[in-house]
């Protein structure tokens, strides 16, 4: 069984940061490509940022220059960090692997971002 667990939301002003915490299950972060994507209220859920197995990262361009995906191998952990946020930031996170398998996302991380 694979299970995401994701960690490290909270409530923040405008121009704060974050880091928000993917620990994996039942599959290895090391060997998969993996992203974080997150849900807005009344939004589809949407890509935010991917880590190939074998490093390279890629942003949406809502967050680039400012979010940074990374990955902890030994723990099992996909991190994003979050600086400058900004209101339109706000939602749920959830990681998954890069495409996503349906039957992977878990319960996501809130994030709230006031102005």
């Known amino acids: 069984q694979v299970q995401l667990v994701e960690s490290g939301g909270g409530l923040v002003q405008a121009g704060g940061s974050l880091r928000l915490s993917c620990v994996a299950s039942?599959?290895?972060?090391?060997?998969?490509?993996m992203g974080w994507y997150r849900q807005a209220p009344g939004k589809q859920r949407e890509f935010v940022a991917r880590?190939?197995?074998?490093?390279?990262?890629n942003y949406a361009d809502s967050v680039k220059g400012r979010f940074t995906i990374s990955r902890d191998n030994a723990k099992n952990t996909l991190y994003l960090q979050m600086n400058s946020l900004k209101p339109e930031d706000t939602a749920v996170y959830y990681c998954?692997?890069?495409?996503?398998?349906?039957?992977?996302w878990g319960q996501g991380t809130q994030v709230t971002v006031s102005s």
């Open positions: 998954n692997t890069y495409p996503s398998w349906k039957s992977y």
């Open positions: 039942g599959i290895s972060v090391s060997v998969r490509n």
């Open positions: 880590i190939t197995l074998g490093g390279d990262t």
